[in-house]
């Protein structure tokens, strides 16, 4: 019996390390656990889908030869955005010679947007005519027939609806005399915001705009000039109104001062001061372009489409063509993901603790069971005594 017991103790002294072992690997697993969680990492995952796709804004915006010469010596900089949509009597019915969309004519005056002051025109700007791109080829895309003037063109950009463009950052030179062909290719982001990033989605209500990186980079831009020098830069068009714009005829000191606070904003990281994290969702256009010359004269013939035999001849020194078209069959969407969500922490700790709990359980059951067992063990052997000693 004493032998018995002895075996006993050792086992249960062997239980208790494993209880006390398992405890402290319950705990280390709990703290990896936490500390996997709230390192906050992800992972941007890709994939290439089929689909239909939303055909994006396109703005173009006409551009004189003197500016066109400026864009040419590679010296794009130079021009402000407010230079491409600067004040004038210019329509669309000017600029616009003809348009069509997947082989239809557009209808102009819904389809078409002024942006900014009055250079700059845009196509399926607003949400409130969804437009989809069925196959990839320049028939199912947007064809525009430009007035432009002579040596000069226009500026072409492509860019997601509702935010407003920049078209002396990006886009492409449509140049008189020349057929323009530009290719889209969508590019769906999704990013995390916090904990795990930070991204932002709402409006810019003051620029009448989506939310961009770029436009809030502009905005921001703004402040400090307002700030600094009491006025706004009046070559961009989205303003905030939260001052009025320098005049260089009416305040010199001020024009100075904000073209020297321009100067050295380019000189400084200001842009970590602004608040302008990249958009949580996201559609970008990736573009290839090319150009062909145009003959001597060119026929505007999309009258056909309306039962009419007549084609109207231009010169082609004013003339520009340009084609916007989807270039492929699929889009590649990124999206980025936890590498460590909250489901799956709590998954973790529960099936940790629902462990342990089933060890205690064990431990308990076999502990009470032992003891049983030793009870009927002494119970026997005082009734073996009591035999004897009868």
């Known amino acids: 019996s004493s032998r018995i017991m002895k075996i006993t103790q050792t086992l249960w002294a062997a239980i208790r390390i494993i209880l006390v072992i398992s405890i402290v690997f319950f705990l280390l697993q709990i703290y990896t656990f936490l500390h996997d969680y709230w390192e906050y990492r992800t992972w941007m995952e890709v994939r290439l889908r089929d689909y239909l796709s939303h055909f994006p804004a396109v703005t173009l915006c006409t551009v004189d030869s003197a500016k066109y010469a400026i864009m040419s010596n590679g010296t794009r900089d130079e021009l402000s955005s407010n230079e491409f949509t600067e004040r004038g009597n210019i329509s669309i019915d000017d600029f616009l010679l003809s348009c069509t969309f997947k082989g239809d004519d557009c209808d102009i005056p819904n389809d078409f947007q002024r942006i900014g002051n009055g250079g700059c025109f845009s196509f399926n700007f607003n949400f409130s005519k969804i437009r989809i791109s069925h196959q990839f080829a320049r028939r199912s895309g947007l064809r525009l027939h430009l007035n432009?003037?002579?040596?000069?063109?226009a500026r072409i950009v492509v860019h997601a609806q509702g935010v407003i463009p920049l078209p002396h950052r990006f886009g492409h030179d449509a140049p008189a005399g020349f057929a323009t062909t530009i290719g889209f290719r969508a590019k769906d982001i999704r990013r995390l915001d916090a904990p795990f990033g930070i991204c932002r989605d709402d409006d810019i209500p003051a620029l009448g705009s989506r939310y961009s990186q770029e436009?809030?980079?502009?905005?921001?831009?703004?402040?400090?000039?307002?700030?600094?020098?009491?006025?706004?830069?009046?070559?961009?068009?989205?303003?905030?109104?939260?001052?009025?714009?320098?005049d260089p005829t009416e305040d010199v000191e001020r024009w100075s001062c904000m073209e020297e606070e321009l100067k050295?904003?380019?000189?400084?990281?200001?842009?970590?001061?602004?608040?302008?994290?990249?958009?949580?969702?996201?559609?970008?256009?990736?573009?290839?372009?090319?150009?062909?010359?145009?003959?001597?004269?060119v026929s505007n013939c999309s009258s056909?489409?309306?039962?009419?035999?007549?084609?109207?001849?231009?010169?082609?020194?004013?003339?520009?063509?340009?084609?916007?078209?989807?270039?492929?069959?699929?889009?590649?969407?990124?999206?980025?993901?936890?590498?460590?969500?909250?489901?799956?922490?709590?998954?973790?700790?529960?099936?940790?603790?629902?462990?342990?709990?089933?060890?205690?359980?064990?431990?308990?059951?076999?502990?009470?069971?032992?003891?049983?067992?030793?009870?009927?063990?002494?119970?026997?052997?005082?009734?073996?005594?009591?035999?004897?000693?009868?």
């Open 264 to 297: 050295r904003l380019k000189s400084i990281a200001w842009t970590h001061d602004c608040h302008c994290p990249p958009q949580c969702a996201e559609t970008v256009y990736q573009t290839s372009y090319s150009t062909s010359v145009l003959p001597f004269t």
């Open 148 to 153: 432009t003037p002579k040596g000069g063109g």
């Open 215 to 246: 436009v809030c980079f502009i905005d921001c831009a703004q402040y400090y000039l307002q700030r600094a020098c009491g006025c706004i830069d009046p070559r961009y068009p989205y303003q905030t109104g939260r001052s009025r714009a320098c």
């Open 304 to 390: 056909v489409m309306n039962n009419s035999n007549k084609c109207t001849q231009f010169d082609s020194s004013s003339t520009a063509i340009v084609e916007v078209f989807l270039e492929q069959a699929h889009y590649e969407a990124l999206y980025e993901t936890a590498v460590f969500p909250l489901p799956r922490l709590l998954s973790d700790i529960i099936r940790n603790i629902i462990l342990c709990l089933l060890i205690v359980v064990i431990i308990i059951l076999t502990r009470r069971r032992n003891g049983e067992k030793k009870t009927n063990i002494t119970v026997e052997m005082e009734e073996r005594t009591t035999l004897n000693m009868d």
